[in-house]
């Protein structure tokens, strides 16, 4: 069975400063390691696809990267517009189903 | 391009009444998936539809079932309601069976009284 686990459950951050959060997963082959974001009463809106160990993305502040056992997301110089849940999902080898972990509640003060 | 949309976007029930919900995926977009999220089960996968047909089915009971029609919109269904069957309900659209991105729609908000 797929299993996500995210760490922390929630991040206080000060503006501009950096900080990474965690995805640790098992799976039974890995087709991609999927991030999320999501803003309260929203649905998830799609961030980066991390295909293979050593793999990287990059979308202004945010950097994912990716292991064979974990995945980081790195947030440099944090803004509050960033304060929001972070999921974190695995694609094994049932089609297009997602297993997610909890998620991390980032805040960010100004 | 017109992201994924679902109607209704809030629905209240009461307990024993049945509930359809709708998803209409991105433009060209053949496969959909439903999800149910509530504060203390997170996201969990419902099913997912490719092309008419179901491909996988997660961990719930026979009380939710749901379709894809020819044009890939898709419906989900939960009968007999529950109290714990409040949440919100998410519906990602993808381009083909596997190994796609998915993205998602504003969600359905069921609440159940």
């Known amino acids: 069975e797929d299993q996500v686990t995210q760490s922390p459950e929630a991040l206080r951050l000060q503006e501009g400063e950096s900080s990474s959060l965690n995805c640790s997963y098992t799976v039974s082959g890995l087709r991609g390691l999927f991030w999320y974001r999501q803003d309260p009463g929203k649905g998830p809106e799609f961030l980066f696809t991390?295909?293979?160990a050593g793999e990287e993305k990059e979308k202004e502040r945010l950097k994912a990267t990716l292991t064979k056992k974990e995945s980081f997301l790195h947030i440099t110089a944090p803004k509050p517009e960033d304060s929001a849940t972070y999921l974190c999902?695995?694609?094994?080898?049932?089609?297009?189903?997602?297993?997610f972990g909890g998620g991390t509640r980032l805040m960010v003060k100004p | 391009k017109a992201g994924v949309t679902q109607t209704p976007r809030y629905l209240i029930k009461t307990r024993g009444q049945q509930v359809t919900l709708s998803c209409s995926p991105i433009s060209g977009h053949r496969s959909v998936s439903w999800y149910q999220q509530t504060p203390g089960q997170g996201l969990q996968f419902l099913f997912e539809?490719?092309?008419?047909?179901?491909?996988n089915k997660g961990n719930f009971p026979g009380r939710f079932s749901g379709r894809q029609f020819s044009n890939s919109r898709s419906e989900m269904n939960v009968s007999t309601l529950e109290l714990g069957d409040s949440a919100l309900y998410l519906c990602?659209?993808?381009?083909?069976?596997?190994?796609?991105?998915?993205?998602f729609g504003p969600g359905t908000r069921l609440t159940v009284l």
């Open positions: 539809y490719f092309s008419e047909t179901q491909r």
């Open positions: 990602a659209s993808s381009s083909g069976p596997t190994y796609n991105e998915q993205f």
């Open positions: 991390l295909y293979s």
């Open positions: 999902a695995v694609q094994g080898n049932a089609g297009n189903m997602l297993t």
